[in-house]
């Protein structure tokens, strides 16, 4: 049996920071940056007591989250408030989460405020951890850390500077075709992935360019491609794209733009005009055709994949792992451990095609 429940209350437009009357003395998670930005005092305004937490590493360690469970602890809040990008979204959800496997709290009133667009992690159930000894990244999979409200507001993302703006988009977009091809996708998901799709080709490249309407209809793709993999979780890009920016300590959305071009080929698989394409590849040509493109299923792939690298062209990410400025050296020296992770990562049990160790390795060889 699968199921379709949108159970994270999402607020928009207009005064939508007037829901924040709803949750008192909140523990707030912040970006450093964030928390002292005038901005702040938009959210702070609402509360006579709240407490802000921003001493956390950019890819949260196990060290910064219990950091935050001491200072969680110290008082009895009535609710937990995440302001910033996939950082510090991750970090609330995981001093949520050990709070209450260890007893310190009961589930919370979780209310999300993404300052990114790109993460979707305001309505999904996934948080990302990193632990600094192994150099792995932990998928946290929870209905404790899905929020109870998110609060979308344009005005929070349009000072995102362009190379982060172009990192997030190209997350949104892989985000949305991995939750499309996925083994657990539904027709549900599907609706959420296909728009999220046409709104990032049409409104990813104008948003980079301080185009406001632009950055509202990007910011609202994140939040629909966030809902599609939370329905259907991730796959082989998400699964690689967590390792490495663990060992190579690259920004998440520029390493899945790299992968992304790659993992469709792969997906799609050999495709000829004498072939039976897979279903897979059927999917990847009908979003072909949502994009304006025709031909034979093998040649809308191919069309998808001149569109995806085009428009990551447009925004000004590298195509590989070497213009990216990774050394050739760190790259094959960590290359057998990311594949091997990768080969562990949750993501990848929905992937459409399960790989073999040899496989990622060329895939991530092929990238470089």
Avoid: W
Wanted: with cysteine; aromatic share 8%; glycine share 6%.
């Amino acid at each position: 049996m699968k199921t379709f429940r949108l159970p994270v209350q999402v607020c928009f437009g207009t005064n939508a920071l007037d829901i924040l009357k709803s949750f008192q003395s909140p523990f707030i998670v912040a970006d450093p940056f964030f928390a002292e930005s005038p901005l702040m005092q938009k959210i702070t305004q609402h509360y006579t007591e709240y407490t802000i937490f921003k001493d956390f590493t950019p890819d949260p360690t196990l060290s910064s989250i219990a950091n935050g469970i001491t200072k969680f602890s110290e008082k009895n809040y009535q609710s937990i408030l995440a302001v910033g990008g996939g950082s510090a979204i991750d970090t609330a959800k995981a001093i949520l989460l050990f709070s209450i496997k260890s007893g310190k709290c009961k589930k919370l009133p979780f209310v999300v405020i993404p300052t990114t667009s790109g993460t979707g992690s305001e309505v999904t159930a996934f948080s990302v951890v990193t632990d600094t000894e192994t150099k792995t990244k932990h998928p946290l999979i929870s209905e404790d850390i899905l929020p109870h409200t998110a609060i979308l507001d344009t005005e929070f993302v349009k000072t995102v500077p362009k190379k982060i703006a172009a990192d997030t988009g190209a997350d949104v977009l892989c985000h949305a075709l991995e939750s499309y091809v996925s083994t657990n996708a539904t027709p549900f998901s599907d609706a959420l992935a296909e728009k999220a799709i046409q709104m990032v080709f049409s409104f990813l490249p104008k948003s980079i360019h301080e185009d406001l309407y632009a950055k509202e209809m990007v910011h609202y793709a994140s939040t629909m491609a966030g809902l599609a993999f939370n329905l259907s979780n991730l796959g082989l890009c998400h699964a690689m794209a967590h390792n490495i920016g663990a060992r190579l300590h690259l920004p998440h959305g520029r390493t899945n733009a790299i992968l992304l071009p790659h993992i469709v080929r792969f997906n799609a698989g050999t495709l000829h005009y004498a072939d039976t394409p897979s279903q897979t590849a059927l999917k990847y040509a009908h979003i072909s055709k949502l994009l304006g493109n025709s031909g034979t299923p093998s040649l809308l792939v191919k069309k998808l994949i001149n569109d995806i690298e085009r428009l990551f062209q447009m925004i000004d990410l590298p195509k590989n792992f070497h213009s990216a400025g990774v050394e050739k050296q760190q790259f094959e020296a960590e290359s057998e451990a990311i594949c091997a992770a990768a080969l562990k990562d949750g993501c990848l049990s929905t992937n459409p095609i399960q790989p073999t160790k040899q496989q990622v390795e060329e895939l991530l060889k092929g990238a470089f």
